[in-house]
Structure formats: structure tokens, C-alpha cells
């Protein structure tokens, strides 16, 4: 009874019934017990009163009813959606006004968001950057200390002294009102059950007691994929299921703390490569022209007869079925959906982990993608005297990055590729246009 009831009603204070607990925890009561069937029936199960069970029910019932925001007279102000006056729209900022405007002011409180992109992309540079500016001031942050929650490598400490000293705004700051790695507060979760419990349990407590307005997960998936992708785990429908069970209970915890303490929750996310056939479809399902597929029957080209332009671009599909998730997935995953021609070069196509099933309970999913750039092949000249190209090894010179906003309540999606940055000592930094047309 006592474990359910924390996990059903976490904020119900449950001392004025702490005599009825242990005798529902012998008797093997659980809240649904409670809620369904008859009370007399249950005082005589675990040997308790019947009027305080009542009470208990009640107040069961009324913890219930405020947290999905409805039951009472007081409570029927929607919270969700209060006065205009009263709403402040404070973001944390990237320290970039590039990137900033790409994420219309920067990362919005109250929102679950989603930092995916493969390794190397800029993933933890972007987290670390956004947990020194919770702490500033409006317009730029939100006043606040920060939580970084670990699940693979422990917190750069080193790079964040590094932005400290570096950064032109941070540095530029009196130290009355520049962060401090003091109001960083940061834990491992080393597996799933011990981060189960801290995001249930400790994490609201934490939040409360040290004003903390920004929580970091680095990552999400790491400890998913150690517990059902291991040697000797569980495969098949049923693993999976219990996965995506538990990543629905993950998503809507973390949605409803973001929104009752009005918190930035982001979640680092990492990505597999998609494989796709080779075939591909072109159809252009918007376009007024009659097709070979027409009621009309097929229409051949007569000598003299002009080209009529398309009125739509034609669109490469992945599957026959435009409804297909292979083809629908290149919208909300980040990658995809873009055409070959548009940028003279081809993408490699990521998949985020978790699945759909994740993609469901995030409110904003930020994309960064990586590209290499090569150095130039020089010519080299044969024994004949001719000059030709070398075709051995390419050496990667460096890598070009971008930020991509894929969906978000706040801000529009990114076109194109994204706003590219570049990761220096002191930060990172978008690039300019024209020197990113000139690369």
C-alpha cells in the first residue's frame, strides 16, 4: 500500500493516516483496493476502521483530482494556461544570439526537450553551457541553480571553470552575478533502478529545497540500452513492451514535474544509423497535373506539345505508403528530410533511440548533426608525365556542426540543415552564413 500509494499521489500527506499503513501493508491492500471497493469491506480485511478509511479514500481521491487538474472549486483555475499577465517568458540562453534565435530566445521552462545527435556532435558542450546560464539573470536565464544527472561520465568540472574564464559575456560578468559551480548540483545513476528511484523521489525533493530551475539528464537512453540491449537480456515483443511501458511512465513524470514546478527539463538522447533500401518512390501527391495513374488513362507526349511544369516539387518517398513510418519519421526525427539535391551532398541518416515511443512524450526535440569536412586531394604527377589525382586516404580536417530544431512548442522548426556552429574554448558559437557557404 505504501509503495503505490508514493508512486500514485507522491505529494499526499499521508501523517494523519500513518496508524491505517501498516495494517494495510500487512493485509496486501493497494490504493486501487482502496478506491474500488467497498470500505466496510476493506476495514474488515486489514482490521482498521472503516470511517478513517473513508478519509483516506478521500483524501486519496482529492490528491488525485488536483494533480490532473480538475475535482475541486478552488482548483479549476487551469493552471496550465494562466492569465497572460502574470506569464513571464524567461528562457535559458546559449550564450549565442544565433542559436538563440534559431530556439526563439532559447531553452523555454516548463517543457521536457530533447538534445539528440551522435557522438562528437556537441551533445554535452551545448548541456554545459546552459547550466552556467540558468543561473544568470532575465533575459538571459532564469535566476536559478541546476541539477546535472549523470548516467555515463561524471560532470566536466574542468570545461565548466573553462567557460568561466573564457566566455566574453561570463568572464565580463562582477562576481556578484557570474555562476558558480557551487549552485551545480550533480549525482550518477549508475542503472535503471537507482534512476528510477532519484527521478521519482529525490529529484522533486531536490528541486524544492535548493531552487533548482534546470535538470539535466546525460543521457537518457544509456541505461535503457544497458538493461534490454545487454548479452543474456530478455528480446523479443514482451521486452519491448515493458520498455516502452516504462518509458511512457518516465516521459509523463518528467512532463508533469516540468509543468507543476514550472522547471527546463533536457534530456541528452543518443542516435543509431537508419538503414533504408535502395528503391526509393517519387510522387508528388499535391499536384493538379494529371498522372499516368489518372482516371484519364495514360497520356503520351505528342510531337510539338510544351512541358508543363509541375505545380509542387516532387518528393523522394522512402516507402510506397506516404503514412508509412519510414517515410513520416523523417518529419520528427531530425534527419531525412531534406532532399540530396537541395545541398549537393547526401545525409547520414540517424534514427534517435527509444523509438516512437519516446518521441511521444518529449515537448521539443533539438537535432544536432556533424559532418566532416576533408582536406582537398592533390595532383600528383605520373611517369608519363600527366598530371592525375590521388586517390588514396582522405584526412578529415575538422567538422562541421549544426543545430537543428526539429519540433517545439515555442519556436519554429529549423529549415534546411540548421543553424551551424563551431565548439571553441569559449563556447560554442553559430557560424555566419556566408562563412559557412564559403566552406
Not at 476502521?49 to 490532473?68: E, F, G, S, T, Y
Not at 511501458?245 to 538522447?269: P, W, Y
Not at 508509412?324 to 531525412?336: K, V
Amino acid at each position: 500500500m505504501t509503495v503505490d500509494l508514493l508512486q500514485a499521489c507522491p505529494d499526499l500527506d499521508t501523517r494523519p493516516f500513518s496508524h491505517l499503513l501498516p495494517s494495510l501493508d500487512k493485509a496486501l491492500v493497494t490504493t486501487n483496493d482502496l478506491l474500488t471497493l467497498d470500505a466496510q469491506d476493506v476495514a474488515k480485511r486489514a482490521q482498521v476502521p472503516a470511517q478513517d478509511l473513508k478519509k483516506l479514500a478521500d483524501a486519496i481521491l482529492v490528491a488525485l483530482h488536483r494533480d490532473l487538474g480538475f475535482g475541486l472549486e478552488e482548483d479549476q483555475s487551469n493552471t496550465l494556461l494562466p492569465p497572460a499577465g502574470d506569464v513571464a517568458w524567461n528562457t535559458i540562453s546559449t550564450l549565442d544570439e544565433g542559436l538563440d534565435a534559431a530556439l526563439g530566445g532559447g531553452i523555454l521552462p516548463g517543457y521536457l526537450v530533447e538534445v539528440t545527435g551522435e557522438s562528437g556532435a556537441g551533445k554535452t558542450q551545448l548541456l554545459l553551457t546552459l547550466l552556467l546560464s540558468s543561473q544568470l539573470p532575465p533575459p538571459r536565464g532564469i535566476s536559478t541553480s541546476a541539477l546535472y544527472i549523470s548516467t555515463e561520465a561524471p560532470l566536466a568540472t574542468t570545461r565548466l571553470t573553462q567557460l568561466l574564464a573564457t566566455n566574453a559575456y561570463l568572464s565580463s560578468l562582477p562576481a556578484v552575478e557570474k555562476p558558480s559551480l557551487d549552485r551545480i548540483l550533480s549525482i550518477q545513476t549508475p542503472d535503471l533502478e537507482s534512476q528510477d528511484h532519484i527521478l521519482r523521489y529525490q529529484l522533486p525533493v531536490a528541486i524544492r529545497k535548493h531552487g533548482i530551475g534546470l535538470v539535466i539528464i546525460d543521457s537518457v537512453a544509456a541505461n535503457y540500452r544497458a538493461e534490454f540491449e545487454r548479452a543474456g537480456a530478455r528480446a523479443g515483443a514482451t521486452a519491448m513492451a515493458r520498455r516502452g511501458a516504462e518509458l511512457v511512465q518516465l516521459g509523463a513524470m518528467l512532463r508533469q514535474l516540468a509543468r507543476n514546478e514550472n522547471i527546463a527539463i533536457v534530456v541528452a538522447n543518443q542516435v543509431g544509423d537508419r538503414f533504408t533500401t535502395n528503391s526509393s518512390f517519387t510522387s508528388n501527391p499535391t499536384s493538379r497535373n494529371p498522372s499516368h495513374n489518372s482516371q484519364n488513362g495514360d497520356i503520351k507526349e505528342k510531337p510539338g506539345m510544351p512541358n508543363v511544369p509541375s505545380e509542387e516539387p516532387e518528393v523522394t518517398l522512402i516507402s510506397p505508403d506516404p503514412l508509412a513510418l519510414d517515410h513520416q519519421q523523417r518529419w520528427f526525427t531530425g534527419w531525412g528530410d531534406i532532399q540530396p539535391s537541395s545541398n549537393g551532398r547526401t545525409q547520414n541518416l540517424k534514427t534517435p533511440s527509444l523509438g516512437l515511443v519516446w518521441a511521444n512524450q518529449i515537448s521539443s526535440r533539438l537535432a544536432l548533426t556533424k559532418e566532416p569536412v576533408y582536406n582537398t586531394q592533390p595532383l600528383v604527377a605520373t611517369t608519363n608525365g600527366q598530371d592525375a589525382w590521388n586517390d588514396g586516404e582522405k584526412e578529415i580536417v575538422k567538422w562541421r556542426r549544426w543545430l537543428k530544431v526539429v519540433f517545439a512548442p515555442w519556436a519554429a522548426p529549423t529549415d534546411a540543415v540548421g543553424v551551424e556552429f563551431e565548439i571553441l574554448g569559449a563556447g560554442i558559437r553559430h557560424v555566419a552564413r556566408e562563412a559557412s557557404a564559403d566552406q
